[in-house]
């Protein structure tokens, strides 16, 4: 039972924001959500996490639903190196539950 | 700082036997995650170490076990290997428990089981 749905892919243009969605909504209010990406061949790199409340770091901003059912993950200036698998992934004790991870690819 | 480092990168098995895969963490660094990534599945949570003590384990057969040392270091081992155990095992070490710190990743050990 999937506890995360992604679109398997998107295409964003090279500048412009990336916005990558996920549904999530069979968690319960105290179940974080994060996001990792994966580069090829490479492990899983972390991005950022909230619980509740819009977050935003150095590499991306994260919009949380107030139903909490579903969250977008926002890179605002896309670059190429920004081609990856990206993860939305639940914490559901005591493990992580990955999902299949949507391919993003950045055109020039 | 030194990344996560797993040892070998790439390993090769036959069916019946079995393999023991190892992690190094990042300095300071007291937990470790084991998780394994295929095409169907995905990435699926194995287990978490801390303080040489496994606190956490996802849906995996007995087959699957870990162990973590007194440096954090720690090994995976699969007994009685099935064609289905291919994948990629990754490794991730974190601060402290991974419900509080971000994860870091190692590159995995790539296991094919023939």
């Known amino acids: 039972d999937a506890k995360t749905t992604q679109p398997p892919s998107m295409d964003c243009a090279e500048g412009r924001a990336a916005n990558l969605p996920c549904n999530h909504s069979?968690?319960?209010?105290?179940?974080?959500v994060y996001w990792y990406r994966q580069i090829h061949s490479q492990g899983p790199q972390y991005i950022i996490h909230?619980?509740?409340n819009n977050e935003t770091n150095e590499m991306a901003s994260l919009i949380i639903t107030e139903d909490r059912k579903s969250s977008t993950l926002i890179l605002p200036h896309a670059t190429l190196r920004d081609t990856a698998v990206y993860y939305c992934?639940?914490?559901?004790?005591?493990?992580?539950?990955f999902g299949t991870g949507t391919s993003l690819t950045v055109i020039p | 700082k030194a990344g996560v480092t797993q040892t070998p990168r790439y390993l090769i098995k036959t069916r019946g036997q079995q393999v023991t895969l190892s992690c190094s963490p990042i300095?300071?660094?007291?937990?470790v995650s084991w998780y394994q990534q295929t095409p169907g599945q995905g990435l699926q949570f194995l287990f978490e170490?801390?303080?040489?003590?496994?606190?956490n384990k996802g849906n995996f057969p007995g087959r699957f076990s870990g162990r973590q040392f007194s440096n954090s270091r720690s090994e995976m081992n699969v007994s009685t290997l099935e064609l289905g155990d291919s994948a990629l095992y990754l490794c991730?070490?974190?601060?402290?428990?991974?419900?509080?710190?971000?994860?870091?990743f190692g590159p995995g050990t790539r296991l094919t089981v023939t």
């Open positions: 909230g619980l509740k």
């Open positions: 170490y801390f303080s040489e003590t496994q606190r």
């Open positions: 069979t968690i319960s209010g105290n179940e974080y």
């Open positions: 992934i639940v914490l559901i004790l005591p493990q992580f539950y």
């Open positions: 300095s300071g660094h007291r937990s």
């Open positions: 991730a070490s974190s601060l402290g428990l991974t419900v509080v710190y971000e994860q870091y």
